[in-house]
């Protein structure tokens, strides 16, 4: 699979699929013969009725002749024993064809016994996060589809050290579920004992017992660095356990080498080396809803709180969480406050009381210090805010410590994701690995799932405590990635408003037109608050533009209020966790509106730049505005659009804003809709998804939530498809015994196909079920743009809103007669990978857009569709033909 048209494409490196089939295969698993040629499946047939036939004419003479009854018996025990003892062979377990000489019995048995299969295990260690079980749970079934077995060690190390039944072997069906659990479902337990060299003797001896010649460990920095100590001792390990009669030197003679390969699982996303840890946007989700709602009481009662989260060193939570929320004040260790904070605190919290604000929000993360390395407790900041001297602030101050609740509840649609990705890229580096090769952790980096050393990550994350420690604040920051420097200086840049310091000479200060364009998503007003409370800072005049283009064009005028004026500060500064958008949203294009009154506007209004924040809609309004420069001169000012759809379907970028919230909203409805599923046992709901012609939304949904099938615009839907799902259903539901989690899901795009909609699938599913089993269609609707916008979408709706500010604060005031020649002064802000770019229209318009599809050209998500069908067991299916389109369709439907 190229690297180039995948988003994470290390999850996936190693396993390709036919192009006639879709058929998953390990690249090490050719599908012809030594000689080249493939087996007939006729030849095939005839040696197994010979064999069959031969088996049956001894067991009739065994059965029946019973004079030669004292000759078969033994040579027929023999058999039976030999029968019971020869594993099922590979190619009876998976798609891989059967090689040509392997028709003979003998041989098949052979090749068993020569590749005895490899045993996995994984275990989650230290603190719990949300995520682990998804990480779990991908880990056993992509070890099940690599013809390995897989193994759970319970209670973490513990587990390793006690042995027996703490050792399990897990089937397909035991991790059924799993991914809607918080938590980790096979416990973590802190073990003293595998501090000391006996305890992990006792664990060595008991993974060569059990067979597991493979580790994988999701866990903090302190138990990946115990499982790389636990690998560099294991070769003297065994040396010792077979000097001590233990185990013998044929029973660790196979397990000379122990692989093992870790996955980070962390609230605090404290490990340098990777852009975030499996559970830490859950976290983060339960830090935003709690100051959410502190956020209501506070602004009731004008009071100020004092909110203190996890994060030790690292002060990620708290960053995050200020950002997301808008809070007044954010104490970190990576970063205090150069002069004293006590005053900078006072100066920050009077200034924005006396601009009307009511409540007061102090995050405070538990490892916070101040410049000279004292920490700085909660007490203290509360004892400062209520001070009532001379001079105080005279706040009525709380303090609210969240503890362990931001561990707690399921895990978000992004941890989901991560784990699930990074626990199938750990499989595959297990079985990569060799003796030479260092001990890895997997990663996320530029939005790919990459291999990365452990120890060095471990050694920088170490070193990043010592510069805290010693007051190395710059290096301390340097440690950590490019967007938490980033979204340190927007949080500084959205807080610190009216500081006239900051603000620019009178003659570069700008009139920006602010509009939203396309349908609601969450992370709109985030945008536009951080933009706004930006250009104030610097002296800009942010001018609001309401309901999109149609607004602009005929309510400009309306009396008393028309749809342009002038935004204050107080007004947008609590629209941090509103959804939708404020200033109100629609569809309609500039053509529509009138592009000649639209040019007219803009410059009777003497806007100086346009901050457009919206979906496919929005980019096709900036193409034609841009195209249309010829014909109207004041449409030679700077553009900029922020993507933000649901469908995540605009060029230029990987990520739009609101497509998270989508995400989040849709997981939850989907686990609610599975668990009615599963307490009615054997019923399947087919759940239309939104997005447009793209798949974006159905894939990471059905990813998040272990959907059966899912069907996007990008492959279509056939009669043979459905015809293929509706029989795995049959043979599924046969198999199952009436199991917990027995619920089944299939999401189906809103335009996956123009006959296939949900409804239909579910009733196909229905009538062919035969009363076996029932099917029912869900369609959530509007649901899916989200109420309260999910903190991924806020923190990059401000770091990105602030760039696209100072990406048209570069143009200058009265920059028309320059603009025109300048490429870049239509641009869309996106992420590709994990850098912030801009990307010229002309280029996205010519080269990166599928307009008739109104999409991208490359779907840099598509390999994730072979995942999710892996994870759920979809077997393979026919691929559906392409339409045929324009002459050819014509002379094709002619007979031509």
């Not at 690297?3 to 699929?17: D, I, K």
């Amino acid at each position: 699979m190229p690297e180039t048209s995948v988003p994470l494409p290390n999850a996936l490196a190693g396993l390709s699929t036919s192009s006639t089939s879709g058929t998953w295969r390990h690249n090490n698993f050719p599908p012809f013969t030594e000689s080249g040629e493939t087996t007939s499946s006729v030849e095939f047939a005839g040696c197994a009725l010979l064999v069959l036939c031969s088996l049956l004419l001894f067991y009739y003479l065994h059965i029946f002749a019973w004079p030669l009854h004292s000759l078969t018996g033994p040579i027929f025990d023999i058999l039976n024993k030999l029968w019971q003892s020869i594993p099922i062979p590979y190619y009876l377990l998976t798609d891989r064809p059967i090689p040509a000489s392997s028709f003979n019995v003998l041989s098949a048995i052979a090749e068993s016994k020569m590749a005895p299969k490899k045993k996995i295990a994984v275990m989650t260690s230290g603190g719990d996060s949300p995520g682990m079980n998804a990480a779990v749970r991908a880990v056993v079934r992509m070890t099940l589809h690599m013809n390995c077995d897989a193994y759970c060690v319970y209670e973490g190390y513990e587990g390793l050290v006690q042995g027996g039944d703490f050792i399990k072997q897990m089937q397909w069906d035991d991790v059924r579920g799993w991914l809607s659990e918080g938590g980790t479902l096979i416990g973590t337990a802190r073990c003293m004992a595998f501090y000391e060299r006996p305890g992990r003797l006792t664990a060595a001896k008991n993974m060569v017992l059990a067979g597991i010649d493979a580790l994988i460990i999701c866990g903090g920095d302190g138990s990946l660095t115990g499982a790389d100590k636990f690998r560099a001792e294991w070769p003297s390990l065994l040396e010792e356990l077979v000097q001590d009669g233990q185990l013998t030197t044929s029973q660790v003679e196979p397990y000379q080498h122990l692989n093992i390969v870790g996955l980070v699982g962390s609230i605090d996303n404290d490990l340098t080396g990777t852009d975030a840890t499996i559970g830490c946007y859950s976290a983060l989700a339960r830090i935003c809803e709690m100051v959410d709602y502190i956020e209501a009481t506070a602004s009731s009662h004008s009071r100020a709180f004092v909110i203190e989260v996890m994060g030790r060193h690292c002060g990620w939570l708290a960053l995050m969480g200020g950002v997301a929320t808008g809070a007044d004040f954010v104490f970190i260790p990576e970063r205090p406050r150069e002069h004293d904070w006590q005053e900078d605190m006072k100066v920050v919290v009077q200034r924005h009381r006396s601009l009307g604000k009511r409540k007061t929000i102090v995050i405070v993360a538990e490892g916070a210090r101040d410049k000279d390395g004292t920490k700085i407790t909660a007490e203290e900041i509360k004892d400062l805010l209520a001070d009532k001297s001379e001079g105080g602030l005279a706040l009525d101050t709380r303090i609210t410590t969240l503890g362990h609740v931001q561990r707690g509840g399921t895990a978000v649609a992004y941890d989901r994701m991560l784990a699930t990705l990074q626990g199938v890229e750990a499989v595959k580096a297990v079985l990569d690995a060799t003796p030479e090769t260092e001990t890895p952790f997997i990663a996320i980096n530029e939005n790919k799932i990459v291999r990365k050393p452990l120890m060095k990550a471990v050694a920088e994350t170490k070193e990043l405590a010592k510069a805290v420690d010693a007051k190395d604040f710059e290096k301390a920051m340097s440690l950590r990635d490019a967007e938490f420097y980033d979204q340190w200086n927007s949080y500084m840049l959205t807080t610190n408003v009216m500081v006239d310091d900051q603000k620019l000479p009178e003659k570069d200060r700008m009139r920006i037109g602010f509009i939203n364009v396309g349908a609601p998503a969450g992370g709109m007003n985030a945008a536009v608050r951080a933009a706004v409370a930006y250009c104030i800072s610097r002296g800009h005049e942010p001018m609001a533009i309401h309901n999109g283009f149609a607004g602009f064009s005929r309510h400009h005028g309306d009396k008393p209020f028309g749809s342009i004026r002038p935004f204050d500060w107080l007004e947008v500064d609590g629209w941090a966790s509103k959804g939708g958008s404020e200033i109100g949203t629609n569809r309609e294009l500039p053509n529509e509106s009138g592009m000649e009154l639209i040019a007219n506007l803009i410059e009777d209004y003497h806007f100086d730049a346009l901050f457009i924040v919206g979906g496919f809609e929005a980019f096709h309004s900036i193409s034609q505005m841009r195209k249309a420069r010829d014909q109207y001169p004041s449409l030679c000012i700077p553009m900029c659009l922020l993507p933000a759809t649901i469908s995540n379907n605009v060029p230029g970028t990987e990520y739009s804003l609101g497509s998270d919230t989508c995400l989040n909203e849709l997981v939850n409805y989907c686990d609610k809709i599975k668990q009615s599923a599963s307490a009615t046992r054997r019923r399947v709901f087919v759940i239309e998804t939104q997005g447009g012609r793209s798949g974006y939304i159905a894939t990471l949904s059905g990813l998040d939530v272990g959907a059966s099938a899912v069907y996007i615009p990008e492959e279509g839907v056939s009669l043979e498809m459905l015809n293929s799902d509706v029989n795995h259903l049959k043979e599924v539901f046969k198999k199952d015994k009436g199991q917990s989690r027995a619920g089944r899901l299939i999401l189906v795009n809103e335009k996956a196909s123009k006959v296939y909609n949900a409804k239909l699938i579910a009733d196909i599913i229905r009538e062919e079920a035969h009363d076996r089993f029932e099917s029912r269609e869900s369609i959530p609707g509007h649901v899916q743009q989200g109420g309260v916008p999910s903190p991924m979408d806020r923190c990059r709706a401000v770091r990105l809103a602030i760039k696209c500010i100072q990406h048209l604060e570069g143009f200058g005031r009265n920059a028309h007669n320059h603009v025109k020649k300048d490429p870049r002064s239509t641009t869309v802000i996106g992420i590709q990978g994990s850098e912030v770019v801009f990307t010229e229209m002309k280029d996205l318009e010519e080269n990166g857009t599928d307009w008739p599809n109104r999409r991208p050209k490359v779907a840099h998500w598509i390999g994730l569709s072979e995942v999710v069908n892996m994870l759920a067991g979809r077997p393979e299916y026919p691929t559906p033909e392409k339409s045929l389109t324009g002459l050819i369709a014509k002379d094709t439907k002619r007979g031509l």
